[in-house]
């Protein structure tokens, strides 16, 4: 457990480093109106607090800067809520009344959005088109026995596919097809599109739609989606602004880190829970992410999580601003794909 004084010298610590980007020294945080302490008092606390591995001391300077275990202390003891200027809520819920037509583009104008209005690098992890739900399906015939089956998710992504019309498959049939589709499957998940098709409508198309082995014979490859979930990064460059990668072997490690999606996306997978995480220094399971801290938040459905957002910088991160933002920002993601 940590004294009063130690908890108020660690919190002046990491809001002045954050801030400066140099090592703090005991007089600066004696300056401070809202320390009462002596330098001497201070610099005592200060090594107390080194020993217990809430700071650590470059070797060039007699100032400290906060270590990743007095990082996560600070995050999950000493952050209070951060509040939003007006132009930042303004800024955050564009994506909430914007008119987007396709998931991709939430994907895209969201991790702009965030890079933009952090200065780090964002990261938006979209779900798999098998966990959305089907809203409409269309058959459109085409010139020579062709037609295109279009599939319209719930948050507004499409697919298109071109299929081989039999030749005793009519525009009745099809037109039959596409009502009944739309009638029962509505809401229906991608994954399941197929068993539902086969086990409770294989009836109703036997009633109803004259050539309907044809029609499902041609619609079957149409309803299994090889869509895999999508990664999208926003400004890679502004780690370059940072001034703990001017060192450029460490801003190498990170844009090789950057650059392996596999092994980000597999870590990511590991954050889809609800609510915001931060993930700091070593914790984040990736070597060359090891001066980096991840801020995260999932974004839903109905409730229903389909992806993650964040913000990844250096350690020396302002949380509390960081975690107000990508929170709501997913907010209002989540908001604007349940109302789509």
């Known amino acids: 457990m940590l004294t009063e004084r130690q908890l108020l010298i660690l919190h002046a610590i990491v809001d002045d480093y954050v801030r400066s980007a ?59 809520p951060h509040r939003l200027t007006v132009a930042e809520r303004s800024r955050l819920s564009t994506i ?10 939430v994907f895209q104008e969201s991790a702009r959005i965030l890079s933009e209005m952090t200065s780090y690098v964002s990261i938006v992890l979209g779900s798999e088109l098998s966990n959305e739900r089907l809203q409409k399906i269309q058959i459109v015939p085409l010139e020579g026995m062709k037609a295109i089956v279009i599939l319209i998710s719930e948050t507004g992504h499409i697919e298109n596919h071109i299929v081989l019309l039999d ?21 229906v998940a991608f994954s399941q599109l197929q068993q539902k098709i086969h086990h409770e409508l294989n009836h ?57 999606e596999t092994l980000l996306y597999d870590w990511l997978k590991t954050q889809h829970v609800n609510g915001l995480n931060v993930s700091i220094g070593n914790e984040n399971q990736l070597k060359a992410l090891d001066e980096c801290s991840i801020v995260t938040a999932s974004f839903a459905i109905n ?3 389909v992806g993650t957002l964040g913000v990844i910088g250096p350690t020396r991160m302002e949380y509390r601003r960081m975690l107000k933002v990508v929170d709501s920002l997913s907010k209002n993601m989540s908001k604007l794909l349940t109302d789509h």
């Open 204 to 260: 109703l198309f036997k009633a109803h739609v004259k050539n309907y082995k044809q029609v499902l014979g041609m619609l079957e490859p149409t309803l299994s989606p090889a869509i895999t979930e999508k990664l999208i990064f926003s400004g890679r460059s502004n780690l370059m602004e940072q001034p703990e990668f001017q060192d450029i072997e460490k801003m190498r490690m990170v844009y090789r880190a950057l650059e392996e």
């Open 167 to 187: 030749e005793h498959v009519t525009t009745e049939d099809l037109e039959r097809t596409v009502n009944l589709l739309n009638e029962r499957l509505r809401g």
């Open 22 to 80: 140099e090592p703090v020294g005991s007089r600066s945080i004696s300056k401070r109106a809202d320390v009462q302490f002596s330098s001497a008092t201070i610099r005592n606390e200060m090594a107390d607090l080194e020993e217990l591995g809430f700071l650590d001391k470059p070797h060039s300077s007699a100032g400290r800067v906060p270590s990743q275990k007095g990082y996560r202390y600070y995050v999950d003891h000493l952050l209070s």
């Open 96 to 105: 909430a009344s914007a008119k987007i037509q396709a998931i991709e583009e």
């Open 303 to 305: 409730g229903q999580h």
